[in-house]
């Protein structure tokens, strides 16, 4: 079992900057890839940017390209999300995921364990 614990929401005007961490416990996620998703309410949960197990390749859905970066530290057993120029339809729950394996993919379905999301609000 892996336990994820995201953490670093909160509310924040447009234009503005939040970095979130989300922190495994239970087993190393070095060997596994990690990618952030995000539920906005009345909407289905959806992808936001993955990293491979070694930081190799990151990927990104196009409404967050260039704005968000995604990068982990395995030494530190976390993933982290930095997130400049936000917008308010960035504003969501936003959850980190691990897949056990080393390709990244953009389906939830794929991703083997979920953290309890952190809330993002971003004002206009």
């Known amino acids: 079992q892996v336990q994820l614990v995201e953490s670093g929401g909160g509310l924040v005007q447009a234009g503005g900057s939040l970095r979130l961490s989300c922190a495994a416990s239970g087993r190393t996620i070095s060997m596994y890839t990690m990618g952030w998703f995000r539920q906005a309410p009345g909407k289905e949960r959806e992808f936001v940017a993955a990293?491979?197990?070694?930081?190799?390749?990151?990927y990104y859905t196009d409404s967050v390209k260039g704005r968000f970066t995604v990068s982990r530290d395995n030494a530190k057993n976390t993933v982290y999300l930095q997130m400049n120029s936000l917008k308010p339809e960035d504003t969501a729950v936003y959850y980190c995921a691990t897949r056990r394996f080393v390709n990244i993919v953009t389906m939830a379905s794929a991703y083997d364990y979920w953290g309890q999301g952190t809330q993002v609000t971003v004002s206009s």
């Open positions: 990293i491979s197990w070694n930081g190799g390749t990151t």
